[in-house]
């Protein structure tokens, strides 16, 4: 850490008035937080443009002080953006290394930018512009996975695969079907995403230390420049606020926990066991030892990245958790979990997405695979409910009887001759036949929201319509 530490003793240049001596070392180190929080370097910049811009415009700082305090920022902005601006240790954090830069560049003007504000609006502004951009990004990022899945189920509206519960063979369905249980999936992430981006579009700036400011600010005037709905309406709250980054970490960690099960399933889908998908080479790796290899590395980091964000959430539940108003240090703590978190669900979606569009299925394993383990059982009971008029109850237990004898013999119920069935249950005709294949069986579930690819063709056009 020592590589942005300048080794003086003189007090901090921006609150050492009261103070004789500079921090200890470990003071120095455990109190900075610009080694990460220069992250918010574009937003800090933006939030101080903008309230120097109203406090000229309400008269508290002259128009002239303004001008050279905004050709300042804009300096810096470039200086940061080209890696020609030297962070300090000292300076703590990324307001009080853009401020000083201000006062070497502009002179005393750069004194005045700090009036009616504090760093704990200002901290509060810089994150919440941060988390609002990263909830944007994530928006967009998952109606491209939600698109990669609509195409992919569009294009195996009729392919049939076994349907699991308990991951036994359960009945058939189709894969497009299954392809959209991930869309509603995804589709509510999206949805939590834009709550959240709702809830958070609020403007903390001008709550100033927690008690607001006696000076004439206009707080909509700086809500508006930023882009937000409206000022917040309670100083105290506003600077000791964190629920936007811990919506923003909860709804990561559900997204993450779906991130995972799509992943888990990948993993055994594309084991030479199932085989019902091969992953592109560009989404998976070989061994350094075994030459037959091709291993789902990237699906098993995906699942692995769940277990990063849902560190992440319960780490800045339990920073936040007992804290008393208004603002505590504590709360420097919250970046570091909200930035890992996002890297790591934007890596999660993004290689997601490339493992769904690459990967080829191999649809003839899946119609293998969906008429073994007596897939179309519940088919067979449905129908002597229909046909024979048994209670279903009854018709279960056929059904069942004609399983253990199929199983005896090897072979699947369609295989069985009419006259097994006939011995189990006389009303049972060869018409029986036409609902024991898996497509018979997959088609005739028109419910709503059922597996038939008529249905699913209809969710595919709802989904695509909603977007
Ligand atoms: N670096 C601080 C943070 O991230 C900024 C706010 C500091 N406020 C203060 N009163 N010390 O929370």
């Not at 902005?77 to 080209?82: C, G, Q, V, W």
């Not at 109606?143 to 308990?166: K, Q, Y």
């Amino acid at each position: 850490m020592a590589d942005d530490t300048t080794d003086t003793k003189s007090s901090n240049q921006m609150w050492g008035g009261r103070f004789a001596s500079g921090p200890d070392a470990i003071m120095e180190e455990i109190n900075a937080s610009i080694g990460f929080d220069k992250k918010l370097f574009a937003q800090d910049i933006r939030g101080s443009i903008a309230h120097a811009t109203m406090l000229a415009h309400q008269g508290i700082i002259s128009a002239e002080d303004k001008d050279k305090i905004v050709h300042g920022l804009n300096t810096i902005l470039s200086e940061i953006e080209s890696g020609n601006f030297e962070f300090s240790r000292q300076l703590e954090d990324i307001h009080m290394n853009v401020e000083a830069r201000l006062a070497t560049l502009i002179g005393p003007a750069a004194g005045r930018l700090h009036t009616a504000r504090s760093r704990n609006d200002q901290v509060a502004l810089d994150f919440r512009l941060w988390v609002k951009e990263e909830l944007q990004k994530t928006e967009q990022m998952l109606t491209g996975l939600i698109a990669a899945f609509l195409d992919r189920a569009e294009e195996h509206a009729e392919s049939v695969m076994p349907g699991f519960t308990h991951l036994q063979t359960a009945q058939p369905v189709t894969f497009g079907h299954h392809c959209m249980a991930y869309v509603e999936m995804f589709g509510r992430d999206r949805s939590r995403v834009r709550h959240a981006i709702e809830h958070l579009d609020e403007s903390p700036i001008g709550a100033a230390a927690l008690a607001g400011t006696g000076y004439p600010i206009d707080r909509h005037m700086t809500a508006k420049a930023l882009g937000f709905r409206e000022p917040t309406r309670n100083s105290i709250d506003t600077v000791s606020d964190r629920d936007f980054a811990i919506e923003f970490l909860s709804i990561a960690a559900i997204a993450g926990m779906h991130l995972s099960r799509l992943a888990e399933e990948i993993v055994i889908w594309s084991t030479p066991q199932f085989g019902f998908v091969r992953l592109s080479d560009a989404f998976s790796t070989g061994s350094s030892i075994m030459p037959q290899k091709k291993n789902p590395d990237a699906a098993e980091l995906v699942r692995a990245k769940t277990g990063r964000i849902n560190g992440s959430l319960v780490a800045l539940l339990t920073i936040m958790k007992g804290l008393p108003l208004a603002y505590s240090k504590d709360m420097q703590e919250d970046k570091e979990q909200v930035f890992d978190a996002a890297e790591s669900l934007e890596l999660a979606i993004a290689a997601m997405t490339g493992m769904v569009r690459d990967m080829t299925v191999n649809t003839a394993r899946m119609k293998a695979a969906a008429g073994s383990g007596y897939s179309t059982a519940t088919d067979l009971a449905d129908w002597l409910v229909r046909e024979a008029g048994l209670p279903f109850r009854d018709a279960h237990h056929v059904t069942g009887r004609a399983v253990a004898l199929a199983e005896s013999k090897g072979c699947d119920l369609a295989e069985l001759p009419l006259s097994d069935l006939q011995a189990i249950h006389p009303d049972i005709t060869d018409k029986v036949y036409d609902v024991l294949t898996v497509e018979a069986s997959v088609a005739s579930r028109k419910s709503f929201g059922g597996t038939a690819p008529s249905e699913v063709r209809k969710q595919i056009a709802f989904w695509r319509a909603r977007n």
